[in-house]
């Protein structure tokens, strides 16, 4: 095993919500902003804050440690895209707010559509993971069968 592999191994640690191509993310990025000092005596601030950008993911690409995806919004009419790496210790968290509907790997068509033609059907979608969701479909079935069986009575 290589360094290269050892340092992907140590990077997949992160957890971050599972979301897929076509959904709706909130990325929450630090930004560290720095002030000039206005004299000599005075020393560079550092003000660090978080950064809200929210848009579609049109694609992702890499593996374990070097995963990057792409969001793309439209801002004040002009469309802007963001690449960031899965992670980064700058990409504070990612939030699914919506599961779109796509049957492709990569939105890249997006970039030519304009207002409705741009919008991407919504799937189902809670915001449990899929393994509480599961569990949750079984209890749900051991209660109705329990319901119905004291029902019966």
């Known amino acids: 095993m290589n360094q290269l592999q050892r340092l992907e191994l140590s990077l997949g640690q992160v957890s971050h919500p599972d979301f897929e191509i076509g959904d709706t993310v909130r990325v929450r990025v630090r930004v560290v902003e720095t002030k000039a000092a206005t004299k000599k005596k005075d020393k560079e ?11 579609v993911v049109i694609a992702r690409r890499g593996r374990k440690g070097a995963e990057n995806f792409t969001v793309r919004k439209i801002s004040f009419g002009v469309g802007v895209e963001r690449i960031y790496p899965l ?10 707010m919506k599961k779109g509907k796509v049957r492709r790997a990569k939105l890249y068509y997006l970039r030519d559509k304009k207002g409705k033609a741009a919008k991407i059907a919504e799937r189902d979608f809670s915001r449990t993971s899929k393994a509480a969701a599961a569990v949750t479909t079984k209890d749900e ?9 004291e029902a019966s009575e």
């Open 45 to 55: 601030e550092e003000k660090e804050r978080i950064q809200v950008f929210e848009g």
């Open 87 to 96: 992670h980064s210790p700058n990409v504070a968290g990612i939030e699914v």
């Open 141 to 149: 079935a051991a209660f109705e069968e329990t319901g119905a069986s």
